[in-house]
């Protein structure tokens, strides 16, 4: 009896532990406020567009950077991870990183944006409008 009742407990732990697998890529899509702080500029608060990008895994951000709404990044998301591969966007700069998304509201990310001369290390919240 003792075996089974710590085989019962075992489990209901094992399974408390598992990572909630509820976020989708659907999730991402909308209109964010994005709270940035960079290296080099310091804060700024902005709105950034992520979208449907073009594989069932892919999203595009707009207006990151705050580089206005032509200028986009792709990133891959699985679950509530996202990853922004090395890339280059509005011309000659490169940005790459990744982050989290914390809930279905609230997406954390850290990413470098390299340009001809610098390096600039960013790290920046989204909140969902």
Same mark, same amino acid.
């Given at each position: 009896?003792?075996?089974?009742? %710590?085989?019962?407990?075992?489990?209901?732990?094992?399974?408390?532990?598992? =990572?909630?697998?509820?976020?989708?890529?659907?999730?991402?899509?909308? %209109?964010?406020?994005?709270?940035?702080?960079? +290296?080099?500029?310091?804060?700024?608060?902005?709105?950034?567009?992520? =979208?449907? @990008? +073009? @594989?069932?895994?892919?999203?595009?951000?707009?207006?990151?950077?705050?580089?206005?709404?032509?200028? +986009?990044?792709? %990133?891959?998301? $699985?679950?509530?991870?996202?990853?922004?591969?090395?890339?280059?966007? +509005? !011309?000659?700069?490169?940005?790459?990183? !990744? !982050?989290?998304?914390?809930?279905?509201?609230?997406?954390? &990310?850290?990413?470098?944006?390299?340009?001809?001369?610098?390096?600039?290390?960013?790290? %920046? $919240? &989204? $909140? =969902?409008?």
């Amino acid at each position: 009896m003792k075996k089974l009742l %710590a085989i019962c407990f075992s489990v209901m732990f094992m399974t408390s532990c598992v =990572k909630d697998e509820n976020i989708t890529r659907e999730d991402y899509i909308g %209109a964010w406020t994005c709270e940035e702080t960079t +290296s080099q500029s310091g804060k700024s608060t902005f709105t950034v567009h992520i =979208k449907e @990008g +073009s @594989g069932t895994d892919k999203i595009t951000i707009e207006n990151f950077y705050n580089f206005g709404f032509g200028n +986009s990044v792709t %990133a891959t998301v $699985t679950e509530d991870d996202i990853s922004i591969p090395k890339q280059t966007f +509005s !011309g000659s700069n490169e940005v790459s990183g !990744g !982050g989290t998304m914390l809930d279905n509201n609230k997406i954390t &990310l850290t990413y470098s944006v390299k340009d001809s001369s610098s390096t600039d290390n960013v790290t %920046a $919240t &989204l $909140t =969902k409008q």
